[in-house]
């Protein structure tokens, strides 16, 4: 049966990321200063960020240059395929044509180095020697491991700590590229501590991951923060992907009906989306646009548009997004990336003016899409990606009802090599569904 691999030379990989802050149809409302209320300015973000990445956060330009030195990395993985799902849709039996832009090329295995090798350069450039950060699954810690010791930084990952122990061999990964990883919540930091003192058996989450890197970059001179998704320039490095698949689906000329991407906080939804966004909030183009989410953490699907802490502790800024509270510990489902309490601040404004749309699912009916995508596409998917893909099927079998031949497009945001514990719970029928 006929597959297709859509492919884009090397020279093809994008030159400039795309920001969508100057095409929101609202204003994004600025991040607070937790103490006066009152926005907060660059000096307030320079302990922990560089000042390129800060410039970028506020930025309302259109287009921003990919320096030379990312662009030569990126070329490792870059770019990334988009395939026609020709045997899933033949397995469903559906008139809609499925593509999928697969991530899980980088040598991290997932979407997360494309802002990771970015964050670094930055950081490097500006003569700083550490980067702390946070991870759940351990995708976002692999990638940042890989990029730090790329350019020559240290790295020290918080890793959430039912992950830490779901997920052995994204512990591995991290030390193989030279980081450090602790499992949070630990006795190293006074937010850890305070962490423990409350609930000693805690599973962690990422929230409280977060907390610990902040106060870790915060204390040390010599080391800045870094995080996987939320903040506005890590969905600007992102949109690599979207504008790539932009131009692979033009040559089969085609063009997405549907966009599909999994959300914990925002990234490799917006990677993918918000290139295609551009030309939908441009009146050029219609097309539905759909956040997936987990029923044990539905931000956007279940929680309230305020301002909120992006920690659970409470040490940055406030930002106004989709949140359950900062204080909310997800239950220890299997796709640790998305046990996140909050959502991107422009991912949570775009669905409050309802440009997209939102939908959560239990993780066993995400399990069985999983397994129904490995064994007719042959790639094992993440479990944080297998939840774009319950969707796209969703959407597929609507269309063999209806007899309709959309084009659906989703992000294969990584793979699932390091998650085959996962799906061992769930062919043994003990993976429960964690509602709230």
Request: hydrophobic share 35%; net charge negative; with cysteine.
């Amino acid at each position: 049966m006929q597959k297709t691999k859509i492919i884009l030379d090397e020279n093809e990989i994008p030159k400039k990321w795309y920001n969508i802050l100057p095409d929101m149809p609202t204003p994004l409302s600025p991040p607070l200063n937790p103490a006066t209320k009152e926005p907060i300015g660059p000096k307030d973000l320079s302990p922990l960020f560089p000042m390129e990445l800060i410039k970028q956060e506020v930025s309302q330009e259109r287009f921003i240059a990919i320096p030379d030195e990312v662009r030569d990395i990126y070329s490792l993985w870059r770019p990334s395929p988009l395939y026609r799902a020709h045997r899933l849709e033949a397995a469903l039996k559906t008139p809609a044509r499925i593509y999928y832009k697969y991530e899980g090329v980088s040598p991290a295995g997932s979407h997360k180095p494309n802002t990771a090798v970015a964050q670094a350069y930055y950081n490097m450039k500006e003569g700083i020697e550490r980067l702390a950060t946070e991870t759940g699954a351990g995708q976002w810690g692999s990638a940042l491991a890989l990029a730090t010791t790329l350019f020559g930084l240290k790295c020290t990952v918080y890793m959430v700590k039912i992950s830490y122990q779901q997920k052995p061999y994204r512990k591995s990964l991290m030390h193989l590229w030279g980081a450090d990883v602790i499992p949070s919540p630990s006795d190293k930091t006074n937010a850890g501590k305070k962490i423990l003192s409350k609930d000693p058996g805690s599973p962690g989450s990422l929230g409280i991951a977060i907390s610990e890197a902040i106060e870790d970059a915060a204390t040390h001179d010599d080391t800045h923060y870094s995080l996987g998704s939320v903040l506005n320039h890590v969905m600007l490095h992102q949109t690599v992907i979207g504008q790539e698949t932009k131009e692979q689906l033009a040559q089969v000329e085609e063009y997405p009906d549907c966009i599909i991407g999994s959300v914990g906080g925002g990234s490799n939804f917006a990677g993918l989306s918000f290139p295609f966004l551009m030309d939908k909030l441009a009146g050029t183009k219609d097309v539905e646009v759909v956040a997936v989410e987990p029923t044990a953490c539905p931000s956007l699907t279940g929680g309230e548009f305020r301002y909120d802490f992006g920690d659970t502790v409470g040490l940055t800024p406030l930002l106004k997004m989709y949140t359950m509270g900062h204080e909310y510990v997800p239950p220890a489902i299997h796709a640790g990336g998305l046990r996140y309490h909050g959502d991107s601040p422009i991912v949570s404004q775009l669905y409050a003016d309802k440009v997209i749309d939102a939908v959560a699912y239990s993780q066993t009916e995400v399990f069985k899409a999983g397994v129904t995508f490995a064994r007719s596409e042959g790639i094992v998917p993440a479990p944080e990606s297998a939840h774009a893909i319950k969707c796209a099927i969703d959407k597929a079998l609507e269309c063999k009802k209806s007899g309709e031949k959309k084009t659906i497009l989703f992000n294969l945001s990584g793979h699932g090599h390091f998650d085959m514990s996962a799906y061992d719970t769930y062919f043994s029928g003990n993976m429960l569904d964690e509602p709230i």
